[in-house]
């Protein structure tokens, strides 16, 4: 038999019962007096649920994130223009002063 770990939330509530939720599945949730005895009860009821569902993987195309800056759209739009250069002198001109 194959063993997966899942993640269990537990919390305190104001009643003094400990609730443990499976947070990859958060609708799978219960409450009990002592924490050992939530952590037993979702383990059962999270092998009751899997006992009658299925686990299955699709694909699903993802668009890649460019890390470039939004910036980078305007690069080389001044490559042509051959008054670029000379404003560019007169600015690094200014800055330097």
Known sequence: MKV??????????????????VLEVPDCQISDETKQGAVEKVQQLLQK??????????????????????????AGIFQDDP???????????EMDS
Do not use: C, H, Y
């Open 4 to 21: 997966d770990n899942w993640n269990i939330l537990l919390e305190s509530t104001a009643d003094g019962l400990t609730t443990a939720t």
């Open 83 to 93: 008054d670029f250069l000379e404003i560019m002198k007169e600015i690094r001109a």
């Open 49 to 74: 649920r899997l006992a009658k569902a299925e686990i299955i993987q699709i694909p699903v195309p993802i668009q890649p994130v460019t890390p470039e800056s939004p910036l980078m759209k305007f």
